[in-house]
C-alpha cells in the first residue's frame, strides 16, 4: 500500500511541474515608428518585444534566429530569404506605402505641380525614392530632386523655403500639420494606384520563424494584431491612449501625436497569400530599380506562410 501511494505522490509531483512549467514567452522584434504603433495593442507581459531602430537590428533578429516574430519592410524579408539567410516566412503585411508630397505656397492639385519645382526628399536608393521616381516618370514630371538620408533631415530646409516641395512620411506629415496651417498633402500611393498597375504597395510585413517551438502563440499573436489593427483604425484616440505609455518610444512620440499620425498611415493587415500578386508586382518594381533589394529574384512560394 506504502509503494502504491508513494507511486501516486510521485506522479503527483511530476504532473504539478509539468503543468506549473511556463512556456517560453512569445519574443518579437518589431521597429520604432508605425509598425511599433500596429501592434502595441496587442503587446503584455507573455510577450518578449524588443522595438528597435534601423534596419541592421532587424538583419540579426533574422540571421540569428533569436525571435519567433520578426516585423520588417517587405523587402528586407524577402532580401534575406534569398540570399539562403532567413528561417523566416512571410506571413502578413500590416502597412502600406504612406509617403507623401507636401506644399505650404505652392500649388498641389498633382503631381503636375512639380514640374521644374525644387522637391526635397529622402530615401534615394531605398523604396520612398523608387516609389517616387516611378510616380514622377509615370506622370512625365521632372522636378529638381534633393536626396536626404532620412525622413526628417530635408523638414527644416522646406520650412525655410529653400525648397517649394518635400517628400515626408507619417508621423513627420502630421507634425508639419500642427505647425503650417493649410498644409496641401498629396499621397504617392493613391498617386500610383490611379495611375498604374499596382494596387498595393506593401511595406512592414510580419515574418515568422519556421524553427520557432512557439507554433501556437504565434499564430494567436497574427490573430491578435489583426484584430487591433481594426481596433486601433476604428477610434485612432482611444487606441493612442490606450497604447501610448506602453513603450518609452511611444510616451516620447505623445499621445496626441500617435492619434493624428493613425488616419494617414495605411496601416491595413493582409495574409501575404491573398495578396500574392499585389506583392510580386511590387518586387518587381523593386527588381527593375534595384534587384539587390530583395534579392536579384522573386521569392518561390516556400517564401509564404502556410498553416497546412
Do not use: H, W
Not at 91 to 119: A, H, M, Q
Not at 156 to 184: H, I, M, R
Not at 225 to 234: D, G, R, S, Y
Amino acid at each position: 500500500m506504502k509503494r502504491i501511494v508513494s507511486l501516486f505522490l510521485l506522479l503527483f509531483s511530476f504532473f504539478l511541474l509539468t503543468g506549473c512549467k511556463d512556456s517560453p514567452k512569445l519574443k518579437v522584434t518589431v521597429p520604432n515608428g508605425i509598425p511599433l504603433i500596429s501592434i502595441a495593442g496587442t503587446l503584455n507581459e507573455d510577450i518578449e518585444y524588443n522595438n528597435v531602430t534601423g534596419p541592421q537590428l532587424l538583419v540579426t533578429a533574422i540571421t540569428t534566429k533569436e525571435a519567433d516574430v520578426v516585423i520588417a519592410p517587405i523587402n528586407l524579408g524577402a532580401k534575406l530569404y534569398n540570399a539562403g539567410n532567413s528561417s523566416y516566412k512571410l506571413d502578413s503585411v500590416i502597412s502600406f506605402l504612406n509617403t507623401f508630397i507636401v506644399s505650404i505656397d505652392e500649388p498641389l492639385t498633382s503631381l503636375k505641380d512639380l514640374e521644374g519645382k525644387t522637391l526635397a526628399a529622402f530615401g534615394e536608393a531605398s523604396i520612398p525614392g523608387i516609389t517616387l521616381r516611378y510616380a514622377l516618370a509615370n506622370q512625365n514630371v521632372t522636378p529638381e530632386i534633393t536626396y536626404y538620408n532620412a525622413v526628417n533631415d530635408g523638414v527644416a530646409f522646406f520650412l525655410n523655403g529653400d525648397y517649394q516641395y518635400l517628400l515626408t512620411s507619417e508621423p513627420v506629415l502630421s507634425n508639419l500639420k500642427k505647425k503650417v496651417t493649410g498644409l496641401k498633402y498629396l499621397s504617392i500611393a493613391d498617386v500610383l494606384t490611379d495611375k498604374t498597375d499596382l494596387d498595393l504597395i506593401p511595406q512592414a510585413a510580419i515574418f515568422v520563424n519556421q524553427e520557432s517551438e512557439n507554433k501556437k502563440k504565434i499564430e494567436k499573436f497574427v490573430t491578435a494584431v489583426e484584430n487591433n489593427i481594426t481596433n486601433l483604425n476604428k477610434d485612432p484616440k482611444g487606441y493612442a491612449n490606450f497604447i501610448y505609455l506602453k513603450n518609452e518610444f511611444l510616451e516620447n512620440m505623445k499621445e496626441d501625436l500617435i492619434a493624428s499620425s493613425i488616419p494617414l498611415s495605411n496601416i491595413q493587415f493582409e495574409k501575404a497569400n491573398d495578396i500574392k500578386e499585389d506583392i510580386e508586382k511590387f518586387f518587381n518594381l523593386l527588381l527593375t530599380e534595384d534587384p539587390a533589394l530583395v534579392g536579384g529574384k522573386l521569392p518561390d512560394q516556400s517564401f509564404y506562410n502556410s498553416y497546412d
